[in-house]
């Protein structure tokens, strides 16, 4: 079964570009020119993978309002920003809104490729996982508990899930995986398999608190170590 991808680009040229190139890589692409027109394809249900340019026609951010919804339908499909918009505040505010990748489009169809194949093979462990339920759990003893059901890649607080994406998921895990001890931010890009700017992963542990708080409000585990990284603490 073809993998199905969402492309919306609201350049005409652009977009049959890359939804010719992507069908030559043998995935079935569907594609959008504005932010109505991916909605009304959300009512039959969801792709794979949704590909995202944040300027849709008249609307500057339409691609970023777009993210938004997605997540609120889906906290663990990818979602990849595909655009020209290539400034630091761009990738940040897409990163925050839940976007799972974030490319400019002077990269190479190869390159393109390469990560829409990674973030598929990542989705794929959220479906592929349903025989055995392996979880971790932390700090069992006191009130505020936080663990995680690797089967069904969730994080829990207060027995409640955290509402976060896979690439936030991917980061939370390797913090609690040695509580106490400092992950650097290269260790924590490898862990959630990104590569991107420290400011990046910066704005990923704001939005990984904000989700915690919402259960939480007096939530202070993740603690910063300015130049060095993050490091959970069992407070």
Known sequence: MLREILLVEDDDVIRENYAELLSDEGFKVKACSNREEAMAYFTQGLPDIAILDISLEEEREGGFQLCMYLRQISPVLPILFLTSHGSEVDKISGFRLGADDYLTKDISIEYLIVRVEALLRRYATIKSQKSTSTTTRVDDSKPRKSYIDSDRLLVYWNTQAVE?????????????????????YRQLMEAAKIYVEPNTISAHIKTIRNRFKVIDENFNCIKTERGAGYRWLDV
């Open 164 to 184: 976060l994406t896979l690439t936030q998921f991917w980061i939370v895990q390797a913090l609690l995986a040695e509580p106490h001890q400092v992950k650097t």
